[in-house]
C-alpha cells in the first residue's frame, strides 16, 4: 500500500490521546504526518463525541493540557475528511468500537489505525486495513522515502 495524501486514515481514539499523552513514539508520529498532509485523518462525530468523553477522564485530565485537547477536536472537525452520516449495522467485537468500522466503511477509509488488538485481530474491514500505529508508520515511512528518490 502506498500512503499518499490522498489516502484515508482514522485514528482511533486511544491513538490520538497517546499522540497528546507521549512525546514520541508512533501515535506522535502519525499525528505529525497528518499536520504535514502525508494523509488524510477520516473522523465523524461519533470519533470526536468519544475523544472528548475519554479525554475528560481524570487520569486524562490530569495530564492534558485543556489547550491542547481542543485544539485536536477543532482540526478533526476541521481538517479532516468528515463523515456526517455513518451506515447502521456493522459490528465490532466491541461494540462501541462499531462506529469505526461504519466510518471505515462510509468513507471507504484505507486504513483503521487502532491500538485495541481485538479490532487489530480483523486485520481488514472491507477495503479497510487495520492496522496498529507502528505499522502505520512504517507505511508512512516507505510513502516519504519512495517520495524523495
Not at 35 to 43: D, S
Not at 105 to 132: F, M, P
Not at 137 to 142: F, G, I, S, T, Y
Request: with cysteine; proline share 5%.
Amino acid at each position: 500500500m502506498r500512503v499518499a495524501r490522498d489516502t484515508r486514515v482514522i485514528l482511533d481514539t486511544n491513538v490520538l490521546l497517546s499522540g497528546l499523552l507521549v512525546s514520541e513514539g508512533p501515535p506522535v508520529k502519525l499525528i505529525d504526518a497528518w499536520e504535514k498532509n502525508r494523509f488524510t485523518l477520516v473522523a465523524c462525530e461519533e470519533l470526536i463525541a468519544e475523544f472528548r468523553a475519554v479525554a475528560a477522564r481524570p487520569f486524562f485530565k490530569a495530564r492534558l493540557k485543556a489547550s491542547a485537547v481542543e485544539l485536536l477536536m477543532s482540526g478533526l472537525r476541521d481538517f479532516s475528511f468528515f463523515c456526517d452520516h455513518l451506515p447502521f449495522g456493522p459490528k465490532a467485537p466491541d461494540p462501541k468500537d462499531s462506529f469505526l468500522l461504519a466510518l471505515a466503511e462510509a468513507s471507504e477509509a484505507d486504513c483503521l489505525v487502532t491500538g485495541d488488538k481485538e479490532l487489530q485481530a480483523l486485520k481488514r474491514y472491507k477495503a479497510t486495513r487495520i492496522v496498529s500505529p507502528a505499522a502505520m508508520v512504517r507505511l508512512v515511512a516507505q510513502a516519504s522515502t519512495k517520495d524523495a528518490e
